[in-house]
């Protein structure tokens, strides 16, 4: 698991847990308060005088669980050790309880409550922890969660980095593929890069290998896959490096993408609701569209085209039909009047277009069933512009390949700076990569709000 996506699981399942204890601390007032009248126990104040505990569970209850290791290899620890870990920051906690009365001079209307949310607390953390570690199982058993990894490195140095994985990397990486840093060509793991679509390598080249690491590492920044390395600090031209760890071993990644986990979880969460409110909005319209379409010419109104998505693992992308049907087939017949420098292929007043093909180009509607792309997670509503398969394997400058790190858009700085005026395959990269270089959710606002008059004016659609 990248260092971005650990962090994030790792502050929801604390939001979580802190939630859980201020549910639990609730239902432990609600039980004490419902006990007034059926035992004749002397009444206690109402939940809002017992605030202030929630003010120390929120902050304070995640980092003390965390210190005591409760969120390490959840899938190795058994449940009396994650039972161990929750009553000794129960414990922890209570002492820092003891100290908000003592110093603070708060008060703890009744103590039957707080003798009521310990059990409660403790057992409700323990639930929540082990159905996660069943949905977790699960996944992994699905291969849901597995990442495509390569590992690359002596013979004997990754069959001892396989036998020494825990089990929660086992459930969490998919070896596609080994190099062998001291006998197979770069350009071997280049081709495994490219067949097996993954999203990071992993080296664990000893000291005499690292001139050999340095070059392969080199060649993953170039291509925009994250390197993981098991070794010292190597200059890299583009990625950044930071630390994480795998089985207790530090590691250094070298990642060239956009890595804040918020803001891509943000990102991702304005894709959902960006794209569902569009295709609820505009479903009238996407009927009204297919109906011209059928008119128009035979055959499906939708297109559907195998594209590169992220790290160029394919998937299949929707567009309103703009094109005969026999489109691809006479593909060939128009090579020669390819007026995009480059794998990509693009042409003027392209005879294969429909009637009705020509108006939704120029208005960018044959886009819009791209929505569901955007809305199934293959992509983003800002992001490079997602190339045929066919194109991408024809890439001939390999540092082309970096703008496949990350996840493909509907929209883009090329599509708000010229579109199809823009005819140098280079240019169009050059302008990816500057977004991927300086991303960031205003940088994504910017580049919405600024295709709105690009779509409403036609500039630079064909």
Known sequence: MSPQNYELNLQLRQFIDASVLVIALWLSHLLRFSLNGVLGLTTIPDFSQFIWLILILLPFAPLVLE????????????????????????????????????????????????????????????????????????????????????????????????????????????????????????SELIRAMHEHSVTRVIFVGGRTQLHLVEEAIQACDIEGVEAWLLADFIQTRNSQPVWSNLSGRPVLVFSSKPGVAWTLAAKRVIDIVGSGLGMLVLSPLFLIVVLLIKRDSPGDAIFKQARGGQHGYPFTMYKFRTMYTDAEQRRAELLDQNEMAGPVFKVSDDPRITGIGSWLRKTSIDELPQ?????????????????????????????????????????????????????????????????????????????????IPVVLLGRGAK
């Open 67 to 186: 210190l005591h290791g409760f969120y390490d290899h959840i899938l190795e620890k058994r449940p009396l050790q994650s039972l161990r870990q929750i009553l000794t920051s129960m414990v922890w906690l209570g002492c820092l309880v003891a100290l908000c009365l003592v110093f603070l001079r708060l008060e703890l209307p009744s103590r039957a409550v707080a003798l009521i949310f310990v059990p409660l607390g403790t057992l409700s953390l323990l639930a929540v922890e082990r159905l996660s570690v069943l949905s977790l199982k699960r996944q992994a058993e699905k291969g849901a969660l597995r990442e495509r990894i390569i590992l690359a490195g002596t013979q004997e140095e990754m069959d001892q980095l396989q036998e020494s994985l825990l089990k929660d990397n086992r459930a969490l990486f998919e070896v596609k593929s080994r190099f062998v840093l001291d006998e197979q060509p770069l």
């Open 371 to 451: 929505l569901w792309n955007v809305f199934r997670g293959d992509m983003s509503l800002v992001g490079p512009r997602p190339l045929p398969v066919y194109e991408v394997e024809q890439f001939e400058n390999m540092a082309h390949r970096r703008r496949l790190s990350v996840k493909p858009g509907c929209t883009c700085l090329w599509q708000i700076s010229g579109r199809n005026e823009v005819t140098n395959f280079d240019e169009w990269v050059r302008l990816d990569l500057e977004y991927i270089d300086h991303w960031s959710l205003w940088l994504d606002l910017r580049i919405l709000m600024g295709t």
